[in-house]
């Protein structure tokens, strides 16, 4: 089947179907209710054949006017080399306007990625098992509902964009803990039900040890359960995440769109995603 064939519609959830068979072709983990979480954050593009089957999908998720993140660009493995994942790039950078645009590349994306104008910013490290060693090390304490404000200022200072809309969906679907000193939240951390078990993730910190300690705290919630965080090269975690029996099993490259573009923290940084998508 030619790309001249497929027809390229708004994303909505009567795909969310086609888009899981699809995930789960590519041996991605995500349940039909993380396709939910993304597609209420984001807007997309579902690529459908002549048959009405999902073939492709993309989505664009804004955080306030200034950034995008691009993310579940997924082509259907009949489909591959033909283009069509150009054309589903294009798409979703012209929902973005003019946001910047960051994603997670894998090998097989980096070169699409490169000719579209994203640049390669540091490396992202997957890691993932069953907790074999860990204990509570530090005072960390639960998120309370009037803690929201400052959790969505900290972590605007972090990411370098406005994640209000995710923040607000994590207070409802997700377990959030901090690290309060002097009456002032310094770091805060989220568990959520993702893929195979849970994700520890976003986790914003001003130290490495804090990030371990906010960690450390919600994944002894789940003590028993398979857990996912997602890092990248600048954190110092890794080989602390292999010591507790959450091992490295993949990642990918983080990029930028304008190459240019930078991420200037304000103090507290970027120790775990939200997930790979999220950003």
Known sequence: MRTDDINLVSFTSEHIGGALALSRQAKWPHRAEDWHMGLHLSRGIAAI??????????LMTPYGEDCATINMVIVD??????????????????LAGDRSLRLIAT???????RKLGFAAKGEIFQHQGYLTDLASLGDVEAASAGDFSAIKALDRAAFGADRSA????????????????RGRIDAYGALRAFGRGDVIGPVIASSAEDAKSLIAALALRKSSAF??????????????LAQIGLNQVGGG????RPAGASVVSQGAGIFALANQALG
């Open 107 to 113: 090998a097989d994306g980096l070169p699409l990625y």
């Open 166 to 181: 995710l923040i607000d969906v994590l207070a409802s679907v997700a377990q959030v803990a901090v690290i309060r000193r």
């Open 253 to 256: 490259i983080a990029m930028q």
């Open 49 to 58: 054949d002549e048959a009405g089957r999902v073939v492709g999908t993309i």
């Open 227 to 240: 857990l996912r965080v997602d890092t990248n090269e600048r954190s110092g975690l890794p080989n602390w």
């Open 77 to 94: 493995e009949t489909m591959r080399g033909r283009g069509l994942g150009r054309k589903l790039m294009d798409e979703a950078m012209a």
